[in-house]
């Protein structure tokens, strides 16, 4: 598994009050405690079965200072949850942005390297592998997919930068789950029918009674 570019850089001020309170100049400066970008929110995760859940998400034009916000947000609300990944979608987005963390949920040194990721595409993807997933869409269920072992990903990083990135394992399976999302397709939808229509009655009955 390598990754070729880094990402979340995170050098820029943010205001949650008045938004972004620099200048685009401070894009190119060095990363900075002081300025780093504190105030993220965590976002309702919507839960299966939800409309907005199966819709195909837009294209991004271009990474600015909200999609950036938007970024953050996710990555905060994916960490908050104990989740490793979080497509725009799952949070009422229908926009093409996952944020993927392979280290924080399974590593107690606090470390956070959220990995973002604008208009991603399965650029090459080889092998096969089965994989027990788990989605924060899904609460409480988790069932073995079949993916592709090995895939190349392209897109765009937080910077708006192009950026590419090849996985294997867990990361090639958390990519393609990620990507799903933002074609409205979840993890439950690779295992049967009948498996997955028992599963939403029970989540559907699970929301009604809440
Ligand atoms: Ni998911």
């Not at 908050?80 to 990944?85: H, L, R």
Request: some cysteine.
């Amino acid at each position: 598994m390598w990754i070729r570019t880094l990402f979340c850089k995170q050098r820029f001020n943010w205001d949650s009050t008045i938004g972004y309170n620099g200048t685009l100049d401070d894009f190119n400066e060095s990363t900075d405690d002081r300025q780093r970008f504190v105030t993220m929110a965590v976002l309702p995760i919507l839960t299966a079965p939800d409309r907005r859940l199966k819709q195909i998400s837009k294209p991004i034009s271009e990474v600015d200072n909200a999609l950036r916000r938007l970024m953050d947000d996710m990555a905060e609300t994916m960490y908050d949850a104990e989740g490793i990944g979080l497509a725009a979608p799952q949070v009422g987005v229908l926009k093409r942005v996952i944020c993927i963390d392979l280290h924080y949920a399974h590593n107690d040194d606090g470390v956070k390297n959220p990995i973002f990721i604008a208009n991603p595409v399965i650029v090459h993807a080889s092998g096969e592998i089965v994989w027990k997933e788990g989605c924060l869409s899904v609460p409480e269920y988790n069932s073995e997919v079949t993916r592709f072992a090995h895939i190349v990903v392209q897109g765009w990083d937080r910077d708006n930068q192009a950026m590419e990135i090849s996985g294997e394992a867990l990361l090639a399976v958390c990519l393609q789950h990620e990507i799903d999302h933002l074609d409205g397709k979840l993890f439950i939808d690779h295992i049967s029918v009948l498996k997955r229509s028992i599963l939403l009655k029970k989540l559907k009955k699970q929301k009604e009674e809440k």
